[in-house]
């Protein structure tokens, strides 16, 4: 593979009802985030509707989570990880949003649990196990993690 074939960005959006950003709460999910493979260098709260947090590696790689009114936003410029750590750092940072922003915030109906077998380590078991995991530290009802790990995906995809 060329230098110029190899993935240069990759992204992914965490929709969830448009709502104003907690300040605090963004804080503290960057010093959490600050604990775990999905930290940031920097963040930046001056722009109005958005909040960023940033990192930069090398050149031109630079990592970024930008919280919109209506979406969470991740992307990797210059991509100098694999898609499979990517797809770890969305389930980082997606559960870590969600214990920041409140289930209440994001509303359980609009959750769906996802996988990503067969990719990862030992064909996609571990991450299986790390996502439900992480569910269970969500603390939900159990009518919430119902309609989060069935219920919703019955409904959406009209099974």
């Known amino acids: 593979m060329q230098a110029e074939d190899r993935i240069i960005h990759v992204s992914t959006e965490l929709l969830h009802p448009p709502?104003?950003?907690?300040p605090a709460a963004l804080r503290k999910l960057y010093y959490e985030l600050s604990e775990t493979r999905a930290a940031y260098d920097s963040t930046d709260f001056s722009a109005p509707g958005q909040v960023r947090f940033h990192s930069r590696r090398g050149k031109q790689t630079q990592s970024i989570a930008l919280f919109m009114p209506d979406r969470i936003v991740l992307i990797e410029e210059w991509a100098d990880i694999a898609l499979i750590d990517f797809l770890e750092?969305?389930?980082?940072?997606?559960?870590?949003?969600?214990?920041?922003?409140?289930?209440?915030?994001?509303?359980?109906?609009?959750?769906?649990f996802a996988s990503y077998m067969p990719f990862g380590p030992e064909g996609g078991a571990q991450n299986l196990r790390s996502t439900l995991a992480a569910v269970d530290e969500l603390q939900l009802h159990s009518e919430q993690k119902h309609a989060m790990l069935h219920k919703n995906a019955k409904r959406i995809f009209y099974l």
């Open 19 to 22: 709502a104003p950003k907690n």
């Open 89 to 112: 750092k969305v389930r980082i940072v997606g559960v870590q949003a969600i214990a920041a922003c409140g289930i209440e915030f994001f509303g359980v109906e609009r959750m769906m």
